[in-house]
């Protein structure tokens, strides 16, 4: 007993942190198992599950944006095609609008159908909806089409006013923006003309085919001297917003 008790004096710091680690040891152990606990992990994965949920759910609506404009998008392609398969009197190449610049959002547009396709300057450029512009520009790959809705000097096109059996021809030569409607000068001031009236091209002066769809006629106002009458067409087509179109050539 006197042996165990003087090992015991001579190493009794040692026992002490033993004891010590003993402890630390059962406190960890007891502090890990509380730790890591299924109701702390449940906490955690829904303090992570909050910070991330609108992330997701921002992801899932931009991408169910993406889908509805790729749906629209193919929509109008659709459309444009479907028209190409009507305009059988004409050759109807279709093309994807490449450029706008935006400070002259409504002047002109960039397609990327070009000379290698057979397009050339003065066609006719059409939407699913009616004549949008013609060719001003070309290129090997690419074509510049300014719009109708562009008020240029050049930007003149032969239109016929139908009516009935009766038929006036005037012009195409500008577009009021705040209106949003194309308007045709140089019609008699003694036409028939009435509100609701089909406006279409008449191939007079142009190289593009007569019996393209131009407009309504939504208002009619005399010019200044009174001599003439000004009409206000609406369009179906939306130059704000055009991404495919289809060019049509002189014929097969």
Known sequence: MKKYQRYFRKHHRLWIVFAFLIGFIGLYFSLYSSFFSFSFFSDIGAFI??????????????????????????????????????????????????????????????????????????????????????????????????????????????????????????????????????????????????????VQTNGLGEVFPTGIYVGEVVSIVNDELGLSKILKVKPKSSFDDIRYVMVLGRGN
């Open 49 to 198: 599950q909050g910070l991330f949920s609108p992330v997701t759910l921002d992801y899932i609506n931009i991408t169910n944006q993406q889908v509805e404009a790729l749906k629209e998008e193919n929509q109008r392609l659709a459309e444009v095609l479907e028209l190409k398969n009507t305009t059988s009197n004409y050759q109807g190449i279709v093309a994807r609008v490449l450029y706008r610049d935006l400070d002259y959002w409504f002047q002109t547009i960039t397609i990327d159908k070009g000379e290698k396709e057979g397009i050339e300057e003065g066609m006719a450029v059409v939407d699913e909806y009616g004549l949008i512009g013609k060719v001003v520009q070309t290129s090997s790959y690419s074509s510049l089409v300014r719009l109708v809705s562009a008020n240029h000097e050049h930007n003149k096109i032969a239109v016929s006013v139908l009516v009935g059996d009766d038929v006036y021809n005037g012009i195409l030569q500008g577009y009021d923006p705040q209106e949003e409607v194309l308007l045709v000068s140089s019609i008699r001031s003694t036409s028939n003309i009435e509100i609701g009236s089909i």
